[in-house]
């Protein structure tokens, strides 16, 4: 059982930058790999990034690249994202999600584990 808490998000202005924080419970955190996901208001949940269990490998959303990163912290049982640039449309209800296939990430299918959220307002 893995738990996962996120934290990190507020209220930023437009070309702010905001750095979310999940901290996983729980000794197989370096077991899974994990990312981010947001879900905008009235719409569906969607991917935002996602990174191999060792942090070798990463993959984003094409609406974010070049302005998030996504890393994690294998010793602290903690995947951060650095959100930088933000934009009013990144406004969204940020979830971390673990899962054991990378791939599967994109896709939004198969995550084992999910956080309850933390809300990101980017202001015009």
């Known amino acids: 059982q893995v738990q996962l808490v996120e934290s990190g998000g507020g209220l930023v202005q437009a070309g702010g930058s905001l750095r979310l924080s999940c901290a996983a419970s729980?000794?197989?955190?370096?077991?899974?790999?994990m990312g981010w996901f947001r879900q905008a208001p009235g719409k569906e949940r969607v991917f935002v990034a996602a990174?191999?269990?060792?942090?070798?490998?990463?993959t984003y959303a094409d609406s974010v690249k070049g302005r998030f990163t996504i890393s994690r912290d294998n010793a602290k049982n903690t995947v951060y994202l650095q959100m930088n640039s933000l934009k009013p449309e990144d406004t969204a209800v940020y979830y971390c999600?673990?899962?054991?296939?990378?791939?599967?990430?994109?896709?939004?299918?198969?995550?084992?584990?999910w956080g309850k959220g933390t809300l990101v307002t980017v202001s015009s």
């Open positions: 729980g000794r197989t955190f370096s077991s899974y790999a």
């Open positions: 990174i191999s269990r060792s942090g070798s490998i990463t």
């Open positions: 999600a673990a899962g054991l296939v990378l791939g599967a990430f994109k896709d939004n299918y198969g995550m084992d584990y």
